[in-house]
Each structure stands twice: as structure tokens, then as C-alpha cells.
């Protein structure tokens, strides 16, 4: 085996890439990965202590990372993530839409302000992320975009209807955006996480986390680090042919389609 090629083909090294939600969680978790991986990385999150521990552990880790403070739900600070990233790095290659906000509501029950908040954090700061990155990307060789979507998107969500339904509405645009780029070299990417040990799970009561572990063929959660390995082959050359896809990593929780 050619472990040389095979290091290149999964390899980021000379790319920069974007996590959003990179303080925590998922998002950390491939952050770290990425700058294993070589990438210098920028974390994005609206909470200035948790943004500056990250950093300090990328760069602990022997990471080339910088942090920006922001919040998804603002479309300055989004246009701001962008402009540190360049300014730090000259560059672009992969952002990562993971920062998310799942409010918890039923259904005829909704506020103005929920709905808001949902949809800005969860569907209109991710697009308008790759739309001011775009620049960037059209003049990267190895532009990607990931963006994190949930396996709740592809089943009836009765207590977070309004997360599920952002994140299906995401994965419309991640197709959209992959057909409309596709030709110009940049290629966008989803992957749906089932249940996974974070604190978006971990809130929940230990009666209810046990029922969201069980509910998949695994019957168990899946921790953040296992969510690296889908974002790294769709981050890297591992996935140059692949475009407009959905890696649904949940143990079995959508039924096959």
C-alpha cells in the first residue's frame, strides 16, 4: 500500500478552512481533525472564551488556527468571519456550516421570534456564509463546502419541527448550490449526524437521551470524533467526484431509501 498517496488523498495541508460552531461538539471535534490533517482552521462561534480555549487547544495540538467571534444570526458577522479568514490566511478552501440552534417548541405553538432565530442561525447565516466566501472559493483548487445538517431532517421532528425543517431546507440549497458551482470547481457537501453525545443531546433528560440512542440499528449515541471521519473525505481529494450528496452518519436511524 501507498501510504504516501494515500496520506495526500485525505490530506489538507496549504488549505484553510472555516468551522462554524467550532468551540464544541461536532464542530471542535473536525476542527481538530482538519488541522491533524494539516489545514490551517478558523473556528467561528458568538462566545468569546469558549472561541479563544479552542484556539489555544488547535494550536496546542500543533494547529495553525485562528478564532472569530460571531454569531450566525447576524449577517455582518458572518461578512466579518470572511474577512479575518483572508486576512489572517489570504485564502478560503472549505467551510463548514456547523453552528445550529435548536429551539424546542411544538408544533401551534411557535413565536415570531423562535421562528426567527431558528431560521437565521440555522438556514440564513449558512448560505450567506458560502455566498461572502464565494470569492474565495471560485479561486481555490480544492474548494468544498460541508454543511451540517441532522438526520432529524429526514424523519417527522414533532418537538424541534422548526430545526428539522431549516436543516432540510439547507440540504435543498446544498444541492442547489452544488448544481450551480459544480462546473467552476467548487463542490458542496452535506453530512446529517443522528444522535450524537453533545450538549444539544446531552440537555435533554437521561429518559430521553436513552430513547434517541436507542432508536438506531447501533443503539447507541455517536461521539463527535466519529463525525470527523465523514467531514474529512468530504473536505479532501478522498471526494473529488462527489457533489451535491447528503452522508447521512446516524447508526442506522433514517430508513433506507
Not at 413565536?111 to 456564509?129: E, M, Q, S, Y
Request: glycine residues 8%.
Amino acid at each position: 500500500m501507498d501510504d504516501e498517496r494515500i496520506s495526500r488523498l485525505f490530506g489538507l495541508h496549504g488549505r484553510v478552512a472555516i468551522v462554524t460552531g467550532g468551540t464544541r461538539g461536532i464542530g471542535l471535534a473536525i476542527a481538530e481533525g482538519f488541522v491533524d490533517a494539516g489545514a490551517s482552521v478558523v473556528v467561528a462561534s458568538r462566545k468569546a472564551d469558549a472561541v479563544e480555549r479552542a484556539v489555544a487547544r488547535l494550536r496546542e495540538r500543533g494547529g495553525n488556527a485562528i478564532g472569530v467571534t460571531a454569531h450566525m444570526g447576524d449577517l455582518d458577522d458572518v461578512q466579518r468571519i470572511v474577512d479575518e479568514t483572508v486576512a489572517a490566511f489570504g485564502r478560503i478552501d472549505v467551510v463548514v456550516n456547523n453552528a445550529a440552534t435548536a429551539l424546542t417548541l411544538p408544533i401551534g405553538s411557535f413565536t415570531a421570534d423562535a421562528w426567527a432565530k431558528v431560521n437565521d442561525v440555522n438556514l440564513r447565516g449558512p448560505v450567506f456564509l458560502v455566498q461572502a466566501a464565494l470569492p474565495h472559493l471560485l479561486v481555490s483548487p480544492h474548494a468544498s463546502v460541508i454543511n451540517v445538517i441532522s438526520a432529524g431532517a429526514y424523519l417527522p421532528s414533532t418537538g424541534t419541527a422548526m430545526y428539522a425543517a431549516a436543516k432540510l431546507a439547507l440540504l435543498s440549497y446544498t444541492r442547489t448550490t452544488a448544481a450551480e458551482f459544480a462546473t467552476r470547481g467548487i463542490r458542496v457537501n452535506a453530512i446529517a449526524p443522528g444522535t450524537v453525545e453533545t450538549d444539544m443531546v446531552t440537555n435533554n433528560t437521561p429518559e430521553a437521551q436513552d430513547r434517541m440512542a436507542q432508536a438506531s440499528f447501533m443503539r447507541r449515541m455517536a461521539s463527535p470524533e466519529e463525525m470527523v471521519g465523514p467531514a474529512l473525505f468530504l473536505a479532501s481529494d478522498a471526494s473529488s467526484f462527489v457533489t451535491g450528496q447528503c452522508v447521512i452518519a446516524d447508526g442506522g436511524l433514517v430508513p433506507a431509501r
